[in-house]
């Protein structure tokens, strides 16, 4: 079975971190790029981070640029996304998804998506 499950969200103050991770199984990981979105309440999907399958290159929105860091460590299947210096606009369900290249108008690719991290920052 196919499956991204992303995991490490939590309740945090600004300016503070964390780091989801996004765990793959059912298929060639080393293969796909990842993306990472977020989806805060009353607002649409919004494209955070992605990274091509050899980890050659990678995005960022600009509203996580600087802040935020995406690697891979292919050997155990698994996405990172450090977010550092968190602000209460962050606050979102964090998804991770294989992804249809990597750049401004990264979208997943219909292969795999994940259930989601919530992520909440407070004031």
């Known amino acids: 079975e196919v499956q991204l499950q992303a995991s490490g969200g939590g309740l945090v103050q600004a300016g503070g971190s964390l780091r989801p991770s996004c765990a793959a199984s059912g298929f060639t990981f080393d293969e796909y790029a990842i993306g990472w979105f977020r989806q805060a309440p009353g607002k649409e999907r919004e494209g955070v981070s992605c990274?091509?399958?050899?980890?050659?290159?990678?995005y960022y929105a600009d509203s996580v640029k600087g802040r935020f860091t995406i690697s891979r460590y292919n050997a155990k299947n698994t996405v990172y996304l450090q977010m550092n210096s968190l602000k209460p606009e962050d606050t979102a369900v964090y998804y991770c998804?294989?992804?249809?290249?990597?750049?401004?108008?990264?979208?997943?690719?219909?292969?795999?998506w994940g259930q989601g991290t919530l992520v909440t920052v407070s004031s």
């Open positions: 998804a294989t992804v249809r290249g990597c750049s401004s108008d990264f979208e997943g690719d219909g292969h795999a």
């Open positions: 990274i091509l399958s050899n980890s050659g290159y990678t």
